[in-house]
């Protein structure tokens, strides 16, 4: 299954690069403020669709320009699809954008691909089969100490966003590491968790689309991955952080405070449960 999402990655991938030698020429409308869609990412998600459904007609399509109106929404299989993440960077000429395509079956997520098209780059994750960029597997970067790390996050956009919040989420952990990156497209911040470039994430506001193929690719390359708590079912709760067992650990005793999905009870034995899991060697 996974080489069928590795054809539509890349098959969306060379619309995405004929698109970008013109963005300047590129349709682009908002669906709300600061957040723009433009008709590559509608290209770019049809021929994820017709791929997918054309090897397997009888699964879901979750997309993030389409919704659930593609193929058989009683299935168990879930093909989960963000066909140009990183949409904002795109239209302005800034080449860090992706596609993500992930394969939820019975809601866990099993197959995941993030394509790169302007590196190249092919970051692929099977269940239980490990993590790979380019066929090189994949491991999670082994610094043990918060404080000389390098994390990537996400600014909030949205007038809805708790900008307050975050600004607060935020001081705390800058004075506690090495620094902040911002790079504008959270499939790819995952990826490069795994791919140890960075040693965590942390974002808000997040859709299923986002994070589900990351999420894999976290996992498999010995990382963590969910909500700010440290529960692992986080899919779709809006909140995401990951890393290694250590640095998780550590990320949740600052950011565990902001979740909305944990009493101070859960948030304690979360903690003390990742604990446990930070001493497994890396």
Not at 104 to 122: C, T, W
Not at 131 to 156: D, I, M
Not at 227 to 254: K, T
């Amino acid at each position: 299954m996974v080489n069928v999402a590795v054809k539509a990655a890349r098959a969306a991938g060379a619309i995405i690069n004929r698109a970008a030698l013109d963005v300047e020429s590129v349709r682009v409308s908002q669906k709300q403020v600061n957040d723009f869609v433009t008709e590559v990412d509608q290209a770019s998600e049809e021929i994820i669709i017709e791929t997918l459904l054309g090897a397997y007609p009888g699964h879901a399509i979750w997309a993030e320009e389409s919704g659930r109106v593609h193929g058989a929404q009683d299935s168990e299989f879930v093909w989960i699809i963000d066909p140009l993440d990183g949409t904002t960077n795109f239209i302005h000429g800034l080449p860090i954008y992706c596609v993500s395509i992930a394969l939820a079956v019975k809601g866990k997520v099993e197959q995941a691909v993030i394509y790169d098209p302007s590196r190249n780059d092919l970051f692929t994750a099977t269940k239980g089969r490990g993590a790979y960029l380019n066929n090189r597997r994949l491991r999670v970067a082994k610094r043990t100490r918060l404080q000389e790390c390098l994390l990537s996050t996400g600014f909030p956009y949205r007038q809805e966003d708790d900008i307050n919040t975050y600004l607060r989420l935020m001081g705390d952990m800058m004075q506690r590491t090495a620094g902040l990156r911002r790079p504008g497209a959270a499939a790819l911040d995952l990826a490069y968790v795994a791919a140890g470039f960075t040693d965590g994430f942390f974002e808000l506001g997040l859709q299923p689309w986002d994070v589900a193929a990351g999420s894999l690719l976290i996992t498999e390359a010995g990382g963590l991955v969910g909500n700010f708590s440290g529960d692992a079912n986080f899919l779709e709760q809006r909140e995401c952080m990951a890393g290694n067992p250590r640095i998780y650990g550590q990320m949740v005793a600052i950011l565990g405070k902001y979740s909305k999905f944990a009493s101070a009870g859960d948030k304690a034995a979360v903690r003390e449960a990742v604990a446990e899991l930070a001493k497994t060697p890396i």
